[in-house]
């Protein structure tokens, strides 16, 4: 006794060979029923590629160093990214700080024996 929940019952096999489903013949390659052409399936997005633009230096090894590290950005996961772009802009934001603390001449010392100065 077959049981109905194991497929169909095997083809006899002095039973001649059934061909495709009956059907009309599919229908050739053309415009759809909504009359747009049918043409190539669409490409998948290439996904990101280089953006391809050049630094210029600026003369401040610092800054042209980190500049140089956005490079980076191209060949690192999207994830990546951020952790990147913070660490430029910190190195940017500490050699900007930098610039405001160079060394100069001392500041003027106070002396008390000038006279006419306002703090006396």
């Known amino acids: ?47 990101p590629r280089p953006l391809g633009v050049p630094a210029a230096p600026t003369g401040q090894a610092a800054v042209d160093a980190a500049l140089a590290r956005l490079a980076e950005a191209d060949h690192l996961p999207v994830s990546g990214h951020l952790g990147m772009y913070e660490d430029v802009h910190r190195g ?22 000038r006279p006419g100065r306002p703090d006396q």
């Open 1 to 47: 006794m077959a049981d109905p929940t194991n497929g169909p019952e095997p083809a006899d096999p002095g039973a001649p060979a059934a061909s495709a489903a009956p059907g009309p013949d599919p229908a050739p390659p053309g415009p759809d029923p909504a009359g747009i052409p049918a043409g190539p399936a669409p490409a998948a997005p290439a996904g």
């Open 92 to 113: 940017l934001r500490d050699t900007l700080a930098s610039l405001d603390q160079h060394p100069g001449p001392p500041a003027p010392f106070p002396t008390h024996d």
